[in-house]
């Protein structure tokens, strides 16, 4: 089955600056994959995604890459405010139905 | 996009007790998939459940010990069953959504079970 890594675990950043987090993942027949955000105590909820079809994209300060030869896509928050201090998931998928989720980055925006 | 009521919120069970989780969903959806996070960790698909059959269970995931029932394509149960302390997680019910032109899954509020 498909396996998706995710790094860093933890990412702290100055309000302001940028962030990445990374994932990788090993079934080359995965096409979608989506981005989740889950603040404390609450449900995860779909931010942005991407099919492989696509290369990147963008939505306000949110942004999504992949690179299908390498097997791995990126989410990059830039202009980052404390709101943004959450638990984050990647996640593939090769028909919809099911996902697979990496083990998250915990990401702490300081004021 | 879907709106998913899920209950109860949370509970905290006596080890060897059993604990249904409800999940409905405020549209008729084909697929429900019921998902265990344990704390800190991410998110483990635990089965998935079509109206008319029986779930499918990932592995290292059993029916006598998670058996859910579908008996409507807006509901969906999941019973954890013969409890011990390994069991403590947050259980989410999700289903296939579109949201502001995005496609995956919504999620429900989620249960935090406590079994001690």
């Known amino acids: 089955g498909e396996n998706v890594e995710q790094h860093p675990s933890t990412l702290s950043v100055q309000e302001g600056d940028s962030a990445v987090i990374k994932c990788t993942y090993s079934?080359?027949?995965?096409?979608?994959f989506p981005w989740y955000k889950q603040e404390l105590g609450k449900r995860p909820q779909l931010i942005i995604d991407?099919?492989?079809?696509?290369g990147e994209k963008k939505d306000q300060r949110i942004a999504v890459t992949l690179n299908k030869t390498a097997k791995h896509f990126s989410l990059h928050i830039t202009e980052t405010q404390p709101e943004d201090s959450a638990v984050y998931f990647c996640?593939?998928?090769?028909?919809?139905?099911?996902?697979?989720f990496g083990s998250g980055t915990k990401l702490n925006v300081k004021p | 996009s879907a709106v998913i009521s899920q209950k109860p919120s949370r509970d905290i069970c006596q080890r060897g007790t059993s604990l249904t989780i409800q999940c409905q969903v405020d549209?008729?959806?084909?697929?429900m998939f019921w998902y265990r996070q344990q704390p800190g960790q991410s998110l483990t698909l635990i089965a998935t459940?079509?109206?008319?059959?029986?779930?499918?269970?990932e592995s290292g995931f059993v029916i006598d010990k998670f058996p859910i029932s579908r008996p409507n394509l807006t509901f969906s149960t999941l019973t954890v069953s013969n409890m011990s302390p390994e069991d403590s997680s947050i259980y989410l019910c999700?289903?296939?959504?579109?949201?502001?032109?995005?496609?995956?899954?919504?999620f429900g509020s989620g249960t935090r079970l406590t079994v001690v």
């Open positions: 999700s289903v296939e959504d579109q949201d502001r032109g995005y496609y995956g899954y919504t």
């Open positions: 996640a593939a998928s090769d028909n919809f139905n099911k996902f697979y």
């Open positions: 079934d080359s027949a995965s096409n979608y």
């Open positions: 991407i099919r492989s079809n696509v």
């Open positions: 549209s008729q959806v084909t697929m």
């Open positions: 459940a079509n109206q008319g059959s029986e779930a499918t269970y």
